[in-house]
């Protein structure tokens, strides 16, 4: 890993465009004012360049250069093939 570059886990919600993944990432937050944790979703575009996660996959992503208007992450592995059945 080059510099302070972002690594984030997250599970596989869309793989239906050619080399690019949507990678949901849930973190716990503290609401500013109720003083409570909070799950925060986000959904990140991630570049797949051989196309090996699947919807349902947990991946770890990390952060690189604007590859195009939305994606600015990279899929670096699959942590856990989805469960069948």
């Avoid at 972002?6 to 849930?26: F, H, P, Y």
């Avoid at 670096?76 to 093939?81: G, N």
């Amino acid at each position: 890993m080059q510099g302070n570059k972002k690594v984030l886990e997250g599970i596989v919600t869309s793989d239906k465009m050619n080399k690019t993944r949507v990678v949901q990432v849930t973190s716990r937050k503290k609401h500013s004012f109720y003083d409570k944790i909070v799950k925060v979703n986000k959904k990140y575009k991630v570049h797949d360049e051989e196309n090996e996660s699947q919807q349902g996959d947990k991946v770890r992503i990390i952060e690189t250069r604007p590859l195009s208007k939305d994606k600015r992450y990279t899929l670096v592995k699959v942590i856990e093939k989805r469960k069948l059945g």
